[in-house]
């Protein structure tokens, strides 16, 4: 199949061809180099434009692409550039301050014991001697209870001597439960008790909170100042650029960031695109006056779309299920908000204009928030009724996503494809959960409800990694999404050397259309980002061999060449003059 051919197969969705077609005819040009802006030639370019799938060079013109050519030009020779060129990446899911954060805690990722992580607490204590002080807490991210037999107490940190005393908030690998100390401990209620969409863990010990009991420690956590938050930020572009990102959507943006974000949008460290889900103050709320929308002119920061919570995490037990998990039959996870309250949020926030983006990774929950859809779509086209055409043009003006889409009934994917809906997929998320899937579900669920990938490419899901949870390269999110195989090993599960449920597995082109054009459609980007076209972002990274030739298992330790944003070298960073 030619890369033409494989183009239109990506835009398979008829919606998406459509406006990527209008967009095409619209901007096609092929005039010669030399015709205004800077221009670019390199030795093949990979456009994503149907009518022009590969070019050599291309002119930008204030950020943006102005011209591209499909065949060398004999003014090209003397631009031409070592390199192959693809559309600039996105992450359709990632948390940008949360990463920001990561850079600078404490890397429990992978952590095989307790002792374990109790060495790199001290290791990063001792290069930050202030860090564990109850105006400064020690934090770090990555735990899994699954690894050490037993969810941790907060004993498990007082018993270590250079440890004890410490303020110390640590998240599960997951973000959905945190496991203290005993000073935060000592600073919350006595005898809490568990709290509608939440659950405190008691056995073998105090210490860990999940989902919505939470919220009473993480009230406790000391401010971290904008100063310090704009840094971690300018950190955390620099590590996204130095792996081909150039854009992302920001999965739950509180308030008070969206507003530190605009300003931040102003500078020169800015050098990600930023589609901002606000996330209210106070979760599973109504609050579009909290900063309002935003779409700059610059198109560096947008804030459009509402993120609200469903439910857990299946690793913790969280994710709410139509039935009891396997390995606890008294257990079926929990929604964080209940049907009713999930449907009215849903309307009220469509009804003010925003795109509604649920976390969902129950069937449950799935199922709850298919329904919420329903009555949100139903009510900013209420002629569409019951009728599932209409209920599907109207999404696609609207294009609610169902964030995660983990573990969904057959009834509700057909109802998914029946309207529409977007599911927003993380491919690194089953080849690190298959390590306690099959556990947690059971053979049926995990066969027919569980990572679905491939069965929903026809409804356009887009591709992420939902950092820090997993990390951000998007290339080993290509190759998860390809091979069903955890990037980290190169193995299937247990070991295998087969991808795990492979039949769920996308093909090539379509993980980079995930990466690209999916992500763009899914933030109202499409014809603007993901692409290399008049008109659109110039936005593009450099690779030092062309992408369709690397095989499949290098994408594992795949590096970057350069990364460009709006015309603009962002990695390695240009120096200033």
Request: glycine residues 8%.
């Amino acid at each position: 199949m030619t890369l033409a051919a494989s183009l239109f197969r990506w835009a398979s969705v008829p919606v998406l061809l459509a406006a990527a077609l209008a967009f095409a005819f619209a901007t096609h040009d092929t005039s010669p180099p030399g015709c205004g802006g800077t221009t670019y030639c390199y030795r093949r370019i990979r456009t994503h434009d149907a009518f022009q799938p590969v070019a050599q060079c291309f002119s930008v013109v204030n950020g943006s692409f102005s011209r591209v050519w499909a065949t060398n030009h004999p003014e090209s020779s003397s631009l031409l550039r070592e390199g192959y060129v693809i559309p600039g990446l996105w992450d359709g899911h990632g948390h940008l301050g949360a990463w920001g954060e990561f850079l600078h805690s404490v890397d429990l990722f992978n952590s095989p014991s307790l002792d374990e992580v109790r060495s790199r607490l001290k290791i990063f204590l001792a290069k930050n001697p202030d860090a564990g002080t109850k105006d400064l807490w020690l934090r770090g991210t990555g735990w899994d209870q699954d690894r050490y037999g037993r969810m941790p107490t907060a004993k498990d940190l007082s018993d270590d001597e250079t440890l004890k005393g410490k303020f110390i908030l640590l998240d599960r690998n997951d973000g959905h439960c945190i496991w203290v100390s005993q000073p935060v401990l000592d600073l919350l209620p006595k005898n809490m008790t568990d709290v509608p969409g939440g659950e405190i863990i008691r056995d073998p010990g105090p210490g860990v909170f999940c989902d919505n009991a939470m919220d009473p420690a993480y009230a406790l956590l000391p401010a971290t100042s904008d100063e310090v938050k704009a840094r971690q930020i300018r950190d955390a572009m620099q590590d996204l650029n130095r792996v081909g990102l150039v854009g992302v959507h920001d999965a739950s943006t509180p308030p008070d960031d969206v507003k530190l974000y605009n300003k931040l949008a102003d500078g020169d460290d800015w050098t990600v695109r930023v589609y901002s889900m606000l996330e209210c103050e106070d979760r599973n709320q109504f609050c579009p006056n909290a900063t309002g929308k935003i779409a700059r002119s610059d198109s560096r920061f947008w804030v459009q779309s509402v993120k609200l919570f469903a439910d857990g995490a299946l690793g913790s037990w969280g994710s709410a299920l139509l039935e009891p998990y396997s390995d606890h039959t008294n257990k079926t996870g929990s929604l964080l908000v209940n049907a009713t309250t999930m449907t009215n949020l849903t309307r009220a926030w469509a009804l003010a204009g925003y795109q509604v983006n649920v976390h969902a990774i129950g069937d449950l929950a799935n199922r709850e928030v298919i329904n919420a859809f329903t009555a949100g779509l139903q009510a900013v086209c209420p002629e569409a009724g019951d009728n599932s055409e209409a209920l599907r043009v109207c999404q696609t003006k609207h294009r609610f996503r169902i964030e995660h889409s983990q573990i969904v009934h057959p009834a509700d994917q057909i109802r998914m494809h029946q309207i529409g809906l977007i599911p927003s997929i993380q491919p690194t998320h089953p080849t690190d959960d298959m390590r306690f899937a099959l556990e947690r579900l059971g053979p049926f669920r995990t066969d027919v409800e569980a990572y679905r990938m491939q069965s929903f490419w026809d409804i356009a899901p887009i591709l992420g990694s939902d950092f820090p949870v997993e990390p951000p390269n998007p290339f080993q999110g290509i190759y998860a999404a390809v091979t069903r195989k955890s990037p980290t090993t190169g193995k299937g599960f247990n070991g295998s050397d087969e991808g795990w449920h492979a039949d769920q597995a996308l093909t090539f082109d379509q993980a980079m259309w995930g990466f690209t054009g999916a992500t763009a459609y899914a933030a109202f980007l499409d014809g603007k980002a993901g692409i290399i076209k008049g008109g659109a972002f110039a936005d593009w990274v450099v690779l030092d061999k062309p992408i369709e030739e690397i095989p499949i298992e290098d994408f594992r330790n795949l590096t970057v060449k350069e990364t460009w944003v709006a015309g603009r070298r962002v990695y390695p960073v240009e120096p200033r003059a």
